[in-house]
T-cell receptor
Framework: SQTIHQWPATLVQPVGSPLSLECTVEGTSNPNLYWYRQAAGRGLQLLFY??????ISSEVPQNLSASRPQDRQFILSSKKLLLSDSGFYLC???????????FGEGSWLTVV | GENVEQHPSTLSVQEGDSAVIKCTYSDSASNYFPWYKQELGKGPQLIIDIRSNVGEKKDQRIAVTLNKTAKHFSLHITETQPEDSAVYFC?????????????FGKGTHLIIQP
């Protein structure tokens, strides 16, 4: 069966510090990968998606970037965090032919 | 692109009563409609989905109905229990999908009153 792992689960970072959130998927090959953010409200905002290694599409211009160095690894990064980057970040995957998206457990980021 | 509207934003029901959450979509080509449940501090989990060739689907206390003509679909939870308290998201995706995946509604906070 397929599993998705995301870490760290919680982190508190000072303004201006770098960020790296990692996500890996097991049990499938060539998945589509996604990063979402939930800010103060409940909505799911798509940040980035990737259809293959090195292929990143950005949905929202921002202070963040994403990379996919391996088929089942997706990384969310920032060089300098802003207070507004605080939120709940979710990694997700789907098959290339499927429609269902499966989410990881999320990472709580607090920028202080 | 697709636009999904979800109502209500908050729903409070007595334990044992039924809850209904409604969504409308704009793209008539959409053909897959999943529902997710998100508990506090966790990622959303798929609870039920329906495809456009089906009008209704049930799984124990949960059911989803789809009206393609009106472009709306609904989640029905019967005999609600405290563990049903969560945020629920509807979503839609058009035929052929898209690498950017599903379009989500803004969520419904379901509160089950004891």
């Amino acid at each position: 069966s397929q599993t998705i792992h995301q870490w760290p689960a919680t982190l508190v970072q000072p303004v201006g510090s770098p960020l790296s959130l990692e996500c890996t998927v097991e049990g499938t090959s060539n998945p589509n990968l996604y990063w979402y953010r939930q800010a103060a409200g409940r909505g799911l905002q798509l940040l980035f998606y990737s259809v293959g290694i090195g292929q990143i599409s950005s949905e929202v211009p921002q202070n963040l970037s994403a990379s996919r160095p391996q088929d089942r690894q997706f990384i969310l990064s920032s060089k300098k965090l802003l207070l507004s980057d605080s939120g709940f970040y979710l990694c997700a995957w789907s098959t290339t032919r499927g429609n269902t998206i499966y989410f990881g457990e999320g990472s709580w980021l607090t920028v202080v | 692109g697709e636009n999904v509207e979800q109502h209500p934003s908050t729903l409070s029901v007595q334990e044992g009563d039924s809850a209904v959450i409604k969504c409308t979509y704009s793209d008539s080509a959409s053909n897959y409609f999943p529902w997710y449940k998100q508990e506090l501090g966790k990622g959303p989990q798929l609870i039920i989905d329906i495809r456009s060739n089906v009008g209704e689907k049930k799984d124990q206390r949960i059911a989803v109905t789809l009206n393609k003509t009106a472009k709306h679909f609904s989640l029905h939870i019967t005999e609600t229990q405290p563990e049903d308290s969560a945020v629920y998201f509807c979503a839609a995706i058009p035929s052929g999908g898209g690498a950017d995946g599903l379009t989500f509604g803004k969520g419904t906070h379901l509160i089950i009153q004891p």
